[in-house]
């Protein structure tokens, strides 16, 4: 969750993560708790940034969820409600700044190895193509089409400079090469062609399972136990100055 949130196009992500780190990391239950936390905040932050791309629309409720961590290590999330369902068509076709972030989510859900630290945005289908591949399609249209979610994949630098610009069936042997899960199931599956229409229908694939984990995320979160602290019993000391504030009028 880390390393997703470390593709987040601006750092405003970082002061939530240092504190909730520095007041809780030595609690009994930090691991479980800071996990929860993570996949939480990732997931107000993707889901703002994919509605809202601009690098100042979480700061106010980042502010407050800085004062909530120091009272709680199960804070309150002030952040804008959306509804999840309304996120498809911002999958699908996402600002460029989020790509990175949807794929390192769909790769984490598949393998828990982290990437390798160069990869790069595989078109599945390329963005050079023969003129006459797609008769009955606009060069705009053909263009939109590869820049979705559902034409790209994580891949290792040095396989992407190997496959270069060539068609799926040539590319598939080095996907099966690569070390990254789905990457790897791209290039060993049994899909022959990779056209507009494969774009199309892993678009709705890739947003369903994108919303599905953020789904999932919220829910683990919303049903971690809060233990409320139990207040200390006064003692005979507390308990006589508090007869004498009550006998003064003060309580």
């Known amino acids: 969750t880390l390393d997703i949130l470390s593709s987040y196009p601006n750092e405003f ?24 936390f993570l996949n939480k ?23 407050k969820l800085n004062s909530a961590i120091v009272a709680s290590d199960v804070p309150t999330f002030e952040f804008k409600n959306i509804d999840l369902a309304q996120l ?3 999958i699908q076709n ?12 769909l790769a984490y859900e598949q393998q828990d190895e982290l990437l390798p630290a160069k990869w790069e945005i595989e078109h599945i289908f390329p963005r050079k193509w023969q003129t006459n591949y797609f008769p009955d399609e606009s060069d705009a249209t053909v263009k939109e089409k ?16 190997v496959a270069g610009n060539g068609y799926f069936g040539k590319k598939k042997k080095e996907y099966a090469a690569s070390k990254i899960a789905i990457t790897k199931a ?38 971690i136990p809060v233990e409320e602290n139990e207040a200390e019993a006064p003692s005979e000391e507390d308990l006589a100055r508090i007869e004498e504030f009550k006998k003064k009028g003060w309580i």
Do not use: Q
């Open 13 to 36: 992500w970082k002061y939530p993560v240092v504190i909730y780190y520095i007041c809780y990391r030595n609690e009994e239950n930090f691991e479980v708790r800071f996990a929860l």
């Open 41 to 63: 905040l990732l997931m107000e932050l993707m889901t703002k940034y994919l509605m809202i791309p601009t690098i100042n629309a979480v700061k106010p409720d980042i502010l």
């Open 88 to 90: 498809e068509p911002y």
């Open 94 to 105: 996402p600002n460029r700044n989020a790509v990175r972030m949807l794929l390192k989510t």
């Open 146 to 161: 590869i820049e979705h979610i559902g034409n790209k994949l994580p891949f290792e630098k040095k396989l992407n400079i």
């Open 186 to 223: 791209m290039g060993t599956s049994d899909v022959a062609d990779w056209n507009m229409d494969s774009i199309m229908k892993r678009d709705i694939r890739v947003s369903d399972e994108i919303i599905k984990t953020l789904n999932r995320w919220n829910n683990e979160y919303s049903n």
